[in-house]
Protein backbone atom coordinates (compact mmCIF):
# COMPACT_ATOMS: atom_id res chain seq x y z
CA UNK A 1 0.00 0.00 0.00
CA UNK A 2 1.44 3.32 -1.34
CA UNK A 3 2.07 5.92 1.80
CA UNK A 4 0.30 9.18 1.84
CA UNK A 5 1.38 12.66 1.56
CA UNK A 6 -0.25 15.93 1.83
CA UNK A 7 -0.39 19.70 0.27
CA UNK A 8 -1.69 22.90 2.01
CA UNK A 9 -3.31 25.76 0.07
CA UNK A 10 -3.40 28.95 1.83
CA UNK A 11 -5.57 31.89 0.47
CA UNK A 12 -5.71 35.48 1.45
CA UNK A 13 -9.20 36.62 3.44
CA UNK A 14 -11.65 38.54 1.71
CA UNK A 15 -12.48 42.70 1.94
CA UNK A 16 -15.59 42.90 3.69
CA UNK A 17 -18.74 45.28 2.94
CA UNK A 18 -20.19 47.54 4.82
CA UNK A 19 -18.62 50.63 6.95
CA UNK A 20 -16.78 49.17 9.81
CA UNK A 21 -13.43 50.08 9.45
CA UNK A 22 -10.04 48.81 11.50
CA UNK A 23 -8.18 51.53 13.57
CA UNK A 24 -5.91 52.80 10.77
CA UNK A 25 -9.08 52.78 8.42
CA UNK A 26 -8.55 50.08 6.52
CA UNK A 27 -11.63 47.69 5.70
CA UNK A 28 -12.13 44.93 7.72
CA UNK A 29 -10.80 41.71 6.06
CA UNK A 30 -11.75 37.80 6.38
CA UNK A 31 -9.01 35.84 7.86
CA UNK A 32 -6.98 33.54 5.48
CA UNK A 33 -8.34 30.88 4.60
CA UNK A 34 -6.30 26.68 4.77
CA UNK A 35 -7.64 24.20 2.56
CA UNK A 36 -5.46 20.52 2.62
CA UNK A 37 -5.43 18.10 0.59
CA UNK A 38 -4.56 14.60 1.30
CA UNK A 39 -2.82 12.46 -1.81
CA UNK A 40 -2.59 9.15 -2.49
CA UNK A 41 -1.40 7.31 -5.49
CA UNK A 42 -4.23 7.75 -7.40
CA UNK A 43 -7.03 9.41 -5.13
CA UNK A 44 -7.34 12.90 -2.99
CA UNK A 45 -9.13 13.53 0.13
CA UNK A 46 -9.50 17.88 0.48
CA UNK A 47 -10.67 18.90 3.86
CA UNK A 48 -12.22 21.94 4.46
CA UNK A 49 -13.60 23.50 1.10
CA UNK A 50 -13.36 28.03 1.25
CA UNK A 51 -15.63 30.55 1.00
CA UNK A 52 -16.15 32.46 -2.21
CA UNK A 53 -17.05 31.05 -5.95
CA UNK A 54 -13.52 32.69 -6.65
CA UNK A 55 -11.64 30.77 -3.85
CA UNK A 56 -13.15 27.44 -5.00
CA UNK A 57 -12.82 27.86 -8.10
CA UNK A 58 -8.66 28.35 -6.98
CA UNK A 59 -9.19 25.65 -4.76
CA UNK A 60 -10.60 23.13 -7.74
CA UNK A 61 -7.60 23.97 -10.04
CA UNK A 62 -5.39 22.98 -7.38
CA UNK A 63 -6.78 19.52 -7.30
CA UNK A 64 -7.03 19.28 -10.78
CA UNK A 65 -2.94 20.24 -11.43
CA UNK A 66 -2.92 17.27 -8.41
CA UNK A 67 -3.66 14.68 -11.43
CA UNK A 68 -5.89 12.26 -8.04
CA UNK A 69 -9.06 11.48 -8.72
CA UNK A 70 -10.84 13.52 -5.56
CA UNK A 71 -13.13 10.80 -3.14
CA UNK A 72 -13.78 13.00 0.09
CA UNK A 73 -14.02 16.17 0.74
CA UNK A 74 -14.79 16.34 4.90
CA UNK A 75 -15.36 19.81 6.61
CA UNK A 76 -13.82 20.26 10.38
CA UNK A 77 -16.82 22.30 11.46
CA UNK A 78 -20.10 24.10 10.73
CA UNK A 79 -18.85 27.72 9.35
CA UNK A 80 -19.76 28.27 6.03
CA UNK A 81 -15.89 29.77 4.83
CA UNK A 82 -15.27 26.04 5.36
CA UNK A 83 -17.57 24.49 3.87
CA UNK A 84 -19.61 26.63 1.40
CA UNK A 85 -17.28 25.58 -1.91
CA UNK A 86 -18.70 22.19 -1.56
CA UNK A 87 -21.48 21.81 -4.08
CA UNK A 88 -19.34 23.65 -6.87
CA UNK A 89 -16.32 21.41 -5.67
CA UNK A 90 -18.39 18.35 -6.10
CA UNK A 91 -20.23 20.01 -9.31
CA UNK A 92 -16.12 19.98 -10.72
CA UNK A 93 -15.49 16.39 -9.70
CA UNK A 94 -18.44 14.10 -9.20
CA UNK A 95 -16.63 11.51 -7.45
CA UNK A 96 -16.25 12.91 -4.37
CA UNK A 97 -18.47 12.89 -1.04
CA UNK A 98 -18.70 15.62 1.62
CA UNK A 99 -18.96 14.22 4.81
CA UNK A 100 -18.59 16.52 8.42
CA UNK A 101 -19.66 15.30 11.80
CA UNK A 102 -23.54 15.15 13.01
CA UNK A 103 -23.19 18.20 14.91
CA UNK A 104 -21.33 20.52 12.11
CA UNK A 105 -23.89 19.36 9.94
CA UNK A 106 -26.61 20.95 12.40
CA UNK A 107 -24.37 24.10 12.28
CA UNK A 108 -24.42 24.00 8.50
CA UNK A 109 -28.06 23.79 8.10
CA UNK A 110 -28.16 26.99 10.25
CA UNK A 111 -25.45 28.39 8.33
CA UNK A 112 -26.91 28.37 4.76
CA UNK A 113 -30.22 30.06 5.34
CA UNK A 114 -30.15 32.31 8.29
CA UNK A 115 -26.61 32.44 8.90
CA UNK A 116 -26.45 33.55 5.11
CA UNK A 117 -28.79 36.10 5.88
CA UNK A 118 -27.87 37.82 8.59
CA UNK A 119 -23.72 37.71 7.99
CA UNK A 120 -22.40 35.91 5.18
CA UNK A 121 -23.93 37.30 2.03
CA UNK A 122 -24.20 41.00 3.59
CA UNK A 123 -20.38 41.13 3.96
CA UNK A 124 -19.70 39.31 0.79
CA UNK A 125 -22.92 40.16 -1.54
CA UNK A 126 -22.37 38.35 -4.72
CA UNK A 127 -19.16 36.76 -3.83
CA UNK A 128 -21.27 33.17 -2.74
CA UNK A 129 -22.48 30.18 -4.76
CA UNK A 130 -25.41 27.94 -3.97
CA UNK A 131 -24.55 25.86 -0.46
CA UNK A 132 -26.80 22.89 -0.33
CA UNK A 133 -25.76 21.49 2.79
CA UNK A 134 -24.38 18.11 0.71
CA UNK A 135 -22.51 16.68 4.11
CA UNK A 136 -23.34 13.14 5.56
CA UNK A 137 -22.17 12.26 8.59
CA UNK A 138 -18.78 10.32 8.95
CA UNK A 139 -19.08 6.74 9.31
CA UNK A 140 -18.33 5.10 12.53
CA UNK A 141 -15.02 3.33 10.90
CA UNK A 142 -14.10 6.72 9.72
CA UNK A 143 -12.87 7.16 5.87
CA UNK A 144 -10.75 5.74 4.01
CA UNK A 145 -8.36 6.81 1.60
CA UNK A 146 -6.43 3.91 -0.82
CA UNK A 147 -6.00 1.77 2.84
CA UNK A 148 -5.48 4.44 5.10
CA UNK A 149 -7.64 5.60 7.59
CA UNK A 150 -8.91 9.47 7.87
CA UNK A 151 -10.15 9.59 11.64
CA UNK A 152 -12.22 12.59 12.69
CA UNK A 153 -11.77 13.86 15.86
CA UNK A 154 -14.31 15.38 18.02
CA UNK A 155 -12.87 18.24 19.61
CA UNK A 156 -15.47 20.10 21.48
CA UNK A 157 -16.04 23.63 21.53
CA UNK A 158 -12.78 25.71 20.09
CA UNK A 159 -13.96 28.39 17.53
CA UNK A 160 -17.16 27.40 17.79
CA UNK A 161 -18.94 24.40 19.37
CA UNK A 162 -19.07 20.78 17.51
CA UNK A 163 -15.61 21.11 16.20
CA UNK A 164 -13.16 18.71 14.85
CA UNK A 165 -9.82 17.64 13.26
CA UNK A 166 -8.97 15.19 10.84
CA UNK A 167 -6.18 12.80 11.97
CA UNK A 168 -4.32 10.84 9.36
CA UNK A 169 -2.64 8.34 11.64
CA UNK A 170 -0.18 6.65 9.13
CA UNK A 171 1.61 10.19 8.32
CA UNK A 172 0.89 11.31 11.49
CA UNK A 173 -0.98 14.41 10.13
CA UNK A 174 -3.66 16.38 12.02
CA UNK A 175 -5.55 18.66 10.00
CA UNK A 176 -6.86 21.35 12.80
CA UNK A 177 -9.19 23.50 11.00
CA UNK A 178 -9.92 26.41 13.49
CA UNK A 179 -8.99 24.11 16.45
CA UNK A 180 -5.23 25.53 15.78
CA UNK A 181 -4.55 28.83 14.65
CA UNK A 182 -0.85 30.24 13.40
CA UNK A 183 -0.01 34.04 12.05
CA UNK A 184 -3.76 35.15 12.27
CA UNK A 185 -5.57 37.08 14.51
CA UNK A 186 -7.26 33.82 17.20
CA UNK A 187 -11.40 34.25 16.58
CA UNK A 188 -12.68 35.06 19.92
CA UNK A 189 -16.60 36.40 19.96
CA UNK A 190 -18.18 32.94 20.41
CA UNK A 191 -15.96 32.20 23.33
CA UNK A 192 -17.84 34.19 26.00
CA UNK A 193 -21.50 33.56 25.90
CA UNK A 194 -23.52 30.88 26.54
CA UNK A 195 -27.23 29.94 25.93
CA UNK A 196 -28.59 26.29 26.88
CA UNK A 197 -24.91 25.12 27.62
CA UNK A 198 -23.78 25.64 24.34
CA UNK A 199 -21.25 28.75 23.29
CA UNK A 200 -22.48 30.37 20.74
CA UNK A 201 -25.99 32.59 19.38
CA UNK A 202 -27.47 32.64 16.36
CA UNK A 203 -25.90 35.42 15.21
CA UNK A 204 -22.07 35.15 17.13
CA UNK A 205 -22.18 31.89 15.09
CA UNK A 206 -22.87 33.27 11.56
CA UNK A 207 -19.68 35.35 12.33
CA UNK A 208 -16.22 35.59 10.15
CA UNK A 209 -13.21 35.29 11.88
Do not use: I, S
Given at each position: MASLHFSTLVQDGVPRAGDQRMPHGNRLVSSPLTTTLI?????AALVDPPLTREQTRTVADWVERSGKRLTHIYATHGHGDHWFGTAELIRRFPTARAWALPGAIEMMH???TNGRAE???RVFPGLIGDTPVLAAPVPETGLLLEGHE????????????DSSVLHVPSIGLVVAGDVVYNNVHLYL???GDTRN?????????AQVR
Open positions: LGERERQAMWDLRAVETGHTDTDVGGGRHFTAERD
